[in-house]
T-cell receptor, first 111, second 112 residues
Framework: NAGVTQTPKFQVLKTGQSMTLQCAQD?????MYWYRQDPGMGLRLIHY???????AKGEVPDGYNVSRLNKREFSLRLESAAPSQTSVYFC??????????FGSGTRLTVV | GQSLEQPSEVTAVEGAIVQINCTYQ??????LSWYQQHDGGAPTFLSY????GLEETGRFSSFLSRSDSYGYLLLQELQMKDSASYFC?????????????FGSGTRLQVQP
């Protein structure tokens, strides 16, 4: 099925641990995004990429790094997790002014 | 900067019509989008308005007034499955209009 695939779906980390959230899309979209969603705060943009080899900071980039490995894949890395990074993380992709297609999300808890 | 305002919660009964409003402030406007998100699920794209007026897609319609910096999502013949959160969004000027800024969402509860 065409779409955006995120792994893992759930993760619990201890403070200071690192991890990488994976995202892949098979719709040949140029643009990909990482958002976090916290209760009552909507979705906030972390980083985004408008093409292979390019990335840019969004609204809340601190504590996160991204890699656009190829056109399909866009990963998000937490180098040293903090409790404030407990959230639901969504990856999305789009083509120009079309609507976003979102992945199913990763529910991350940092203890 | 950019900001979007929408009501936090709306309640309606099955079969009724409900309107979810969104007002926005942004430099450089490039259209208003709407997304639906069920509890525990991912947001899904509903509609996009670049020009003033009403766009209809089945039971859902979306309206935009650029002069008033205002839009709304209209849901007709409400069904229980329409219980979800609804987000309005605008394109961010600081990302070359690629990325979206989302409102905080309106939680719609449809009652029998």
């Amino acid at each position: 099925n065409a779409g955006v695939t995120q792994t893992p779906k759930f993760q619990v980390l201890k403070t200071g641990q690192s991890m990488t959230l994976q995202c892949a899309q098979d719709m040949n979209h140029n643009s990909m995004y990482w958002y976090r969603q916290d209760p009552g705060m909507g979705l906030r943009l972390i980083h985004y990429s408008v093409g292979e080899g390019t990335t840019a900071k969004g609204e809340v980039p601190d504590g996160y790094n991204v890699s656009r490995l190829n056109k399909r894949e866009f990963s998000l890395r937490l180098e040293s997790a903090a409790p404030s990074q407990t959230s639901v993380y969504f990856c999305a992709s789009s083509e120009s002014t079309d609507g976003y297609t979102f992945g199913s999300g990763t529910r991350l808890t940092v203890v | 900067g950019q900001s979007l305002e929408q009501p936090s919660e709306v309640t309606a009964v099955e079969g009724a019509i409900v309107q979810i409003n969104c007002t926005y402030q942004t430099s450089g406007f490039y259209g208003l989008s709407w997304y639906q998100q069920h509890d525990g699920g991912a947001p899904t794209f509903l509609s996009y308005n670049a020009l003033d007026g009403l766009e209809e897609t089945g039971r859902f319609s979306s309206f935009l007034s650029r002069s008033d910096s205002y839009g709304y999502l209209l849901l007709q013949e409400l069904q229980m499955k329409d219980s979800a959160s609804y987000f309005c969004a605008v394109r961010r000027e600081d990302t070359g209009r690629r990325a979206l800024t989302f409102g905080s969402g309106t939680r719609l509860q449809v009652q029998p």
